[in-house]
């Protein structure tokens, strides 16, 4: 047996892999994150499967159901909401299943913040205007940033920020990204993103704290900073240019 984790994508139901669909529609065994999973990809799990909701369970409690299925030679799907390699939790998984010699693999899937890029029709790599990422989170009730991961130290790049796990904070964090971006810089936040109920808002440093708390928003959304998010002149790409030697 293979316990496979599987990125479930950030909510709509069509945004997982072929190969996801597939290990989902036959695994006798489904693990799933709560409510981010979405109820039509269980439904597609096959009749008689354990679905298992994690939400309420520990670590020891997870390993348990992962072991006891290993014991009884059944294959399971282990959903993660968005893309496993990033603030899935999955490497302690792995860490427990290795102790334990339960075999395992990882199916990627679209992570939140692809799907708000997307959402929002823009690309998060401009030409002259931003060509690097940073994908980070800030610590309340969860795990402590490593030293020099601090907002102000990541934001003194200047490159696009995209912050997860935070929109609960954004009025204490807004402070320490204005220094470096300034109160203009164009901020972006997508809550729910590809799903029905998905809401997007458009600001500034200046004033998008203001707009989520008018919009209610505190859970389950990406905060996107950085001015490629409002480019308009900037030169094409080399990628297509007709001065490339093909």
Known sequence: MTVHFIGAGPGAADLITVRAARIIATAPVCLYAGALVPRELLDTAPPGARLVDTAGLDLDRITTELVAA?????????LHSGDP?????????????????????????VPAFAAAAASLKRELTVPGVGQSVILTRTSARSTPMPPGEDLATLGASRATLVLHLAVQRIAELVPELVPSYGADCPVAVVARASRDDELILRGTLADIAGQVEAAG?????VVIVGSVLTAGEFPDSHLYSTSRHR
């Open 217 to 221: 928003v505190k859970r389950t959304a």
């Open 70 to 78: 290993h014991g009884a030679g059944l294959d399971v799907a282990r």
């Open 85 to 109: 390699s990033v603030y899935s939790a999955m490497a302690e998984q792995m860490r427990r299943l290795d102790a334990a010699g339960v075999p395992y693999d990882v199916v990627p899937g």
